[in-house]
Each structure stands twice: as structure tokens, then as C-alpha cells.
């Protein structure tokens, strides 16, 4: 069975050999998101203390490499480049941050193919893999930060696919606290507003509904001028005519987060 590293929230090996202190999944995170490139010691060393690595750096540094590998199965997941540092090999593990973005992929497909319960499904098992904010503990490292925001993006393309499909099969209702936080978080989200729209008019709250669509525009044309765009006006008109929600759902699935 190939070992599983976590990295959806603080890095961690799954079922490990030995526990990692915050030092060590702070090394392990750092080597993860570096993938199969090497990273001499001297940088490893200064982004693993901040900035700030002990006189005696070159010694810690080893002897943290050590515990690391001693928490691994496979102890050449960290190799040693003779004169040029060490590196980590992905190829010989499984990381929840690809089986997450896999995930993502099929979760699509499963829509594009009509099959919204699947769709659901997939999507929820996903989601379990996020235990935080990704490499949670590596901050202050610009490679972390665009990693992070990736991964933060599939989780939102996630959890909107899932809201999407949940609101077709007809779960209207369990998906609306979640939507109602989701406007609340990102008021300028396309997507999160027609589906919030269409929720509410799916459980008979239409003047509710039309409130989100004024609310969204009122805050789009505040912060960047943006006129309504087709897809939420269509979705407007549509639940002002009572539409069925399902009729409306293509619209909606047109919408893109402009924030």
C-alpha cells in the first residue's frame, strides 16, 4: 500500500512510524510543495526557521531530515543530492492534495454526465480530505502561498459542484445554510449568488431570492462597476416568472466569482 501524505492542513504522515514535532511537519511541507526539485540545505535551513536558522543550522537540519525519514516507510522519499540538497520524491507516495484535485475532475465529469447523485458523493468524500488550510504551519513562503490558493480554489469549485448537483436531485433545503455563509463570505461570487437565488426559490422564497440578486449588484457596481451580468439576470427573471429551479440551473452554472 503506498504511504499517504497529508498536506490539507498540517503536513502529516498517514499512520507514521514515529510522531513529527511542528518543526518536522513544517520540514515535511516545505520538501512536499518544493515536489521532486531540490532545495539546498542553506535555503531549506533559512525558510524552515523564518528567516532566522540556529549557528549550529547544518546539524539541526540533518537531524530533522533523519526524523523525518525515520516517520516515513520508505526512507528514499527524502533523497540526498550530493552537493545540491535534498528533494522529495512524490513518485513514491500518495499525496490527499492530488487525490483531491482528482477528485475535483471527476466530480466534474459526473456532472457533465447528468450524474448528480455520484456527482454528490464523490464531492463528499472529497471534501473529508480538507483537514485546513493546506501546508497549515509553512506560511511566510511565497511557493506555499501559491499552492495554497490553488488548492483553495478546487475546494471551492468542489463545494460549488456539490451545491449545484444537490440542489438538481432535489436536497434543496441542505445546502442553504451553507450557501447563505458562502454570499456572506464572498459577496461577489456570480456563482454562490445564482445559486443561493435559485435555492430560495426552490423552497418558495422568491422575494428573498430577488433580494440576493440586488445585493449582489449593489455590491458589484460598488467595488468594481460591474454591470449585471446575463447569467444572474437571467436567473432573476426566471425566478420573478417562478420558474422551476431546475430550468434555471444552467444560467447559474455560467457564473464566475469576479472578486
Known amino acids: 500500500m503506498t504511504l499517504l501524505i497529508r498536506v490539507l492542513g498540517s503536513p502529516a504522515v498517514d499512520e507514521p512510524k514515529r510522531p513529527l514535532t511542528a518543526l518536522q511537519s513544517r520540514l515535511l511541507g516545505l520538501l512536499v510543495c518544493e515536489?521532486?526539485?531540490?532545495?539546498?540545505?542553506?535555503?531549506?535551513?533559512?525558510?524552515?526557521?523564518?528567516?532566522?536558522?540556529?549557528?549550529?543550522?547544518?546539524?539541526?537540519?540533518?537531524?530533522?531530515?533523519?526524523?523525518?525519514?525515520?516517520?516515513?516507510?520508505d526512507r528514499t522519499v527524502i533523497s540526498?543530492?550530493?552537493?545540491?540538497?535534498?528533494?522529495?520524491?512524490?513518485?513514491?507516495?500518495?499525496?490527499?492534495?492530488?487525490?483531491?484535485?482528482?477528485?475535483?475532475a471527476t466530480v466534474d465529469m459526473c456532472r457533465r454526465s447528468g450524474d448528480h447523485e455520484t456527482a454528490v458523493a464523490e464531492a463528499d468524500e472529497a471534501l473529508r480530505l480538507w483537514r485546513g488550510a493546506p501546508y497549515s504551519g509553512?506560511?511566510?513562503?511565497?511557493?506555499v502561498a501559491a499552492e495554497r490558493a490553488r488548492l483553495d480554489a478546487v475546494r471551492a469549485d468542489i463545494t460549488l459542484d456539490r451545491l449545484a448537483s444537490m440542489l438538481i436531485i432535489g436536497r434543496v433545503r441542505e445546502g442553504l445554510p451553507e450557501l447563505r455563509a458562502l454570499a456572506a463570505k464572498c459577496p461577489g461570487d456570480e456563482r454562490v449568488a445564482g445559486l443561493l437565488m435559485t435555492t430560495l426559490a426552490g423552497i418558495g422564497a422568491t422575494a428573498d431570492a430577488l433580494q440576493v440578486f440586488d445585493t449582489t449588484e449593489r455590491w458589484l457596481q460598488r467595488e468594481f462597476g460591474a454591470p449585471p451580468s446575463p447569467a444572474r439576470e437571467q436567473t432573476a427573471a426566471s425566478i420573478a416568472r417562478r420558474s422551476a429551479p431546475r430550468r434555471v440551473l444552467q444560467s447559474v452554472d455560467a457564473g464566475a466569482s469576479v472578486a
Open 138 to 143: 509553512c506560511d511566510d513562503q511565497l511557493n
Open 80 to 104: 540526498t543530492e550530493p552537493g545540491r540538497g535534498y528533494s522529495f520524491r512524490s513518485d513514491l507516495v500518495t499525496l490527499d492534495c492530488d487525490v483531491f484535485v482528482e477528485a475535483a
Open 35 to 73: 515536489r521532486s526539485g531540490v532545495v539546498h540545505p542553506d535555503v531549506l535551513a533559512d525558510r524552515l526557521w523564518l528567516g532566522f536558522p540556529p549557528k549550529t543550522s547544518a546539524s539541526a537540519l540533518r537531524m530533522h531530515i533523519t526524523k523525518v525519514r525515520d516517520a516515513l516507510e
